[in-house]
């Protein structure tokens, strides 16, 4: 079995909308050139999506063309690490969620104790919120819906 068909047998396996790096790829395959070739062939071709360098995702194809992964999933790396919840979403995305609002919003706003310059995700600019609570606070998963009710009523979204 090649490399190429090793990452496409690996890709079909993942659930549509999952996205994933070269690293989740080269555990069993050393060759990381091969990997990050292959899935850039990969994505030309349109059996995957890129979503910025180095993560891509497997799209799901509808009838009006392909779907964006979850916001979360979008995300997922800056809002845990090593298993930890060090983040959580709020914001306009939250409120969508809720079925608040049906503006679909570009910018997703993250809760946590850090600031980074801005990126882009594909169509996506994820932006990290001053004056969340330190990751100490924030160590029960349970408590996160309180964070998003506080961060709500506090922030500029009302006006």
């Not at 070269?22 to 071709?45: F, G, H, W």
């Not at 979503?51 to 979008?74: A, D, H, I, M, R």
């Not at 001053?130 to 998963?141: C, I, R, S, Y």
Request: contains cysteine.
């Amino acid at each position: 079995m090649t490399i190429t068909d090793f990452i496409a047998n690996s890709i079909d396996r993942l659930p549509k909308g999952y996205i994933f790096t070269y690293a989740d790829l080269t555990d069993e395959v050393n060759k990381k050139e091969a990997v990050i070739k292959a899935l850039n062939r990969m994505a030309q071709s349109g059996k995957i999506a890129k979503l910025s360098k180095g993560k891509y995702y497997k799209p799901e194809k509808t009838v009006f063309g392909n779907l964006q992964p979850e916001q979360k999933q979008v995300v997922k790396d800056l809002l845990e690490e090593d298993g930890k919840v060090t983040g959580y979403l709020t914001g306009l995305s939250m409120f969508n969620k809720l079925g608040l609002t049906t503006q679909v919003s570009n910018t997703i706003q993250i809760g946590k104790n850090q600031t980074r310059p801005r990126f882009k995700r594909e169509r996506y600019t994820p932006v990290f919120l001053a004056g969340t609570p330190k990751l100490k606070e924030v160590e029960k998963v349970n408590q996160i819906p309180l964070l998003l009710i506080r961060d709500n009523v506090f922030s500029n979204c009302f006006v």
